[in-house]
């Protein structure tokens, strides 16, 4: 058994499960028999090599805190963008990283993120291996936008799918009270992928959806759009369509720069209005109705008070998980999800970081509609565990109690 | 005793909590002895010139179906906009409104909504008099505005300002995360008031808030504005501010409109950036750091699973409340909350329209502290009743189960 301290850091941008994960590397670090003490790392990889870090074992004084610090949304201990050197060209941060560990006792890494954070567990690990000091480093994904290879889905991805899919629900029944024709167009996160987009599905398991649902995984047309919303409106007068914000035209332009094109602002700046509003501005000038747009915005990764209890649950396990395979031995990995066949659960695997590094997991085929416009019911089954369960929240004055590490 | 049917519309933009008057106003009508049967006019007085009503004594199966209708966001008959023409003007629109009245033995006739709504209970309450048909006219207001004077808040501001303050906190941990210097600008609703906007504040309650507040009461000024900024900036690096859309210079000019004056789209319309957008450009530009701007949009007035407890009670309570007030023969009037002093409570009471109707309620000099970029604690604590509790939501699929009535 290898013995010693561990830490654990949080890099990337912030989720609604981000934290969960954490409490579940604490949690699994509190049980562990190998690990002494669980550190945690301010601002990633930054605070090692500053020397910041805060003690768990104090901070974290039970379950309760650990239930806390899972239904606080971002990144409690803060995050960074910092990537390590390639190996060989600056030894100098590596030194200084291994010094922090070897100072500390640190045996064990736990490092939550994205794509960055999987390069630098796979560097770190690396450099361990032909630096004579044993440490084990993990990595745990994190993205709201589901768009990594060799996991079923990210955590964080749940939650953001569930704020999607209430607010559309509640958006749709905002948008039905008038008899005027209108059009709502609400954009949605996703530059390459359309994974959260897809959530607005959702709502149709309770009998109202939108009426169009369009993807960066299929090329963007002003003309078949225009179709599809005017025809929409015959069948009824308030339209809901969701867009992701990466649509793009068959020449690559993006929709949101290229109905713009040629606008500057008062200060010469390009002006980038958005999908949404490019889109609302095309309906404006072509079908003439009343037409708004809303853009989702930030909270589609920071809305804790309605996080799925799946993704809050199943992130705290794959936190734990990630403890338990490195005291097993693992070391230099990422951490997935593999999903059953039949009734929905999911269990904790790991996987190459270099299969999975850089590639980019957009949603297939069989879950878009021919024409584009749509997705398939078989792409509102795979999404439908995701969003099941309302993660319990502790209110204080009106307001979520949060989990705050100043 | 006046005995017959009753009839409940719903006018104006939706809210999360004009359903809940509805509710209370049906379980009002359910305990009534004098009220026979409930209809509900599909979109408000347009239903009832229409012929197009809902027998809510079918429809409303029992207090399950009145709560289910209490947690449903928007206004579940249908709303309109449609304002009764002047008595003497156009006769035959009454003509029209009574014989339908007559014909349903319609004697108690309730309407939720806005000002619009408050000029037609005002007129029919007036053509009726002298028109030799006994009917009794209540008015319930709505709106997440709380511009209303009269009363001490308006049914639908409390959810409004719940969602605001939730969402302000977690994206005050959202924006946290990093170490780099950024400002994050949250554009609230309110043309003419601040109301909405000083919710932003509520999060202080837990220990955190936005670090400036910028309301329609006050001219706003770019320099004043930028020397704010800058100084918060100094304190620390990640800066949230809360700005009302309706924010002005001193010239009158919107600031959304000022920063973009001269900008066309390629349609030629002027363009209209909103007033987050406009200040995101102008720190751009005066200050250089990240940053970007939020707007909350039409969720604002519907994200009905985060409603307030407190305003859901109370808006089926001042719905049960007008059918009890008409019932005792009142008529023409609007009902409002009377706050108690001490200890939070509130009574229904109702007032003359005529008192109320066209006048806006603004945010008081009190609760705006003296450079005008910020609130009082004394504003802080007259919102502190209004978002407690939450509203309990029935689950399904993992979305709020909601009362649709098609």
């Known amino acids: 058994m290898l013995k010693g301290n561990a830490i654990v850091g949080q890099s990337g941008g ?40 805060v003690d768990l074992n104090t901070l974290i004084k039970g379950e309760d805190d650990i239930r806390l610090l899972a239904a606080t949304p971002a990144a409690a201990l803060g995050s960074c963008r910092k990537k390590l050197p390639k190996i060989g060209e600056d030894d100098a941060t590596y030194e200084k990283l291994f010094d922090f560990f070897k100072k500390n006792d640190i045996r064990y890494f736990f490092y939550i993120g994205g794509n960055d954070s999987m390069d630098t567990v796979a560097k770190v690990s690396a450099y361990a291996a032909t630096h004579d000091y044993e440490i084990r480093v993990m990595g745990v994904p994190k993205t709201i936008d589901n768009d990594v290879v060799g996991t ?79 025809a929409a409106l015959e069948r009824h007068p308030n339209v809901v369509v969701a867009v992701s914000e990466g649509l793009r035209y068959k020449d690559g332009r993006y929709v949101g720069e290229g109905t713009q094109s040629g606008v500057l602002d008062v200060f010469g700046h390009k002006y980038l209005s958005g999908t949404g509003k490019a889109l609302e501005m095309l309906v404006k000038e072509k079908i003439g109705c009343k037409v708004r747009s809303v853009e989702l915005n930030i909270l589609q990764r920071c809305a804790s008070h309605i996080a799925s209890k799946t993704d809050i649950d199943e992130s705290l396990m794959i936190g734990e998980a990630a403890v338990e395979c490195a005291a097993n031995g693992v070391s230099g990995k990422m951490m997935c999800f593999e999903r059953a066949e039949g009734e929905y659960s999911v269990k904790p695997i790991y996987n190459n970081i270099e299969d999975i590094a850089n590639k980019v997991k957009t949603v297939p085929d069989e879950f878009i509609n021919a024409r584009g416009n749509d997705v398939t019911p078989e792409c509102v089954e795979y999404l ?6 309302e993660n319990p929240i502790e209110y204080e004055n009106g307001l979520p109690k949060l989990f705050v590490i100043k």
């Open 14 to 53: 912030p989720t609604c499960a981000i934290n969960a994960t954490l409490a579940g590397v604490i949690r699994g670090a509190f049980k562990c028999p190998a690990i002494d003490r669980i550190f945690g790392a301010r601002n990633g990889v930054e605070g090692m090599l500053a020397g910041r870090i």
């Open 152 to 230: 079923d889905h990210t955590p964080g991805y749940g939650s953001a799918a569930k704020y999607i899919a209430v607010s559309m629900q509640e958006m749709i029944r905002d948008c039905a009270v008038y008899t005027v024709k209108a059009v709502t167009i609400v954009e949605i996160m996703g530059r390459d992928a359309g994974w959260l987009t897809v959530a607005a599905a959702l709502p149709r398991l309770n009998g109202e959806g939108p009426d169009l649902i369009y993807l960066p995984e299929r090329d963007f047309d002003n003309d078949a759009f225009l179709e599809d919303v005017k």
């Open 384 to 389: 439908r565990p995701l969003i099941a369960g």
